[in-house]
């Protein structure tokens, strides 16, 4: 017995099941992460574009990371915005996710750390661990 994963024309559940799909082609995830790309620079985050990459090195996942964060995109599907960060990967729809994932790190950026004493916009220590009393 099998099941069918389509939703009957013209239902609600088809309409928002073709809201939220993922890029049709690789070029759309490609113009999705130009889009990110701007909406970083629109709030003053640097990030660095390459073919199906953007590296975002002055972004941190968390206290230690110093690698910084990378968004990339892949030629086969599902055409996603794939957030890596700390190791994990996330994928992400539209820029307006990913930027959405991505503004809590960016306002911990603009705050100093008082882990490590590290200035704001500045990376954490390597093995800081912030106070858990100023979250």
């Not at 088809?14 to 999705?32: G, I, N």
């Not at 640097?46 to 110093?66: C, E, I, K, S």
């Not at 990339?72 to 960060?85: D, M, Q, S, V």
């Amino acid at each position: 017995m099998s099941f069918s994963l389509t939703h009957p024309a013209g239902s609600a559940t088809q309409a928002v099941a073709a809201a939220s799909a993922w890029p049709a082609t690789a070029a759309a995830a490609d113009a999705e992460l130009a889009y990110l790309a701007e909406f970083l620079a629109e709030v003053g985050v640097t990030a660095l574009p390459a073919a199906g990459v953007l590296a975002v090195p002055g972004l941190a996942a968390g206290p230690g990371d110093t690698v910084g964060i990378r968004v990339r995109t892949t030629g086969n599907p599902p055409h996603a915005l794939y957030l890596i960060a700390a190791g994990r990967l996330t994928p992400h729809t539209t820029a307006d996710s990913a930027f959405a994932h991505l503004r809590p790190l960016i306002e911990a950026a603009a705050r100093p750390c008082d882990g490590c004493g590290a200035e704001a916009g500045e990376p954490c220590n390597p093995g800081c661990l912030p106070d858990p009393t100023t979250d």
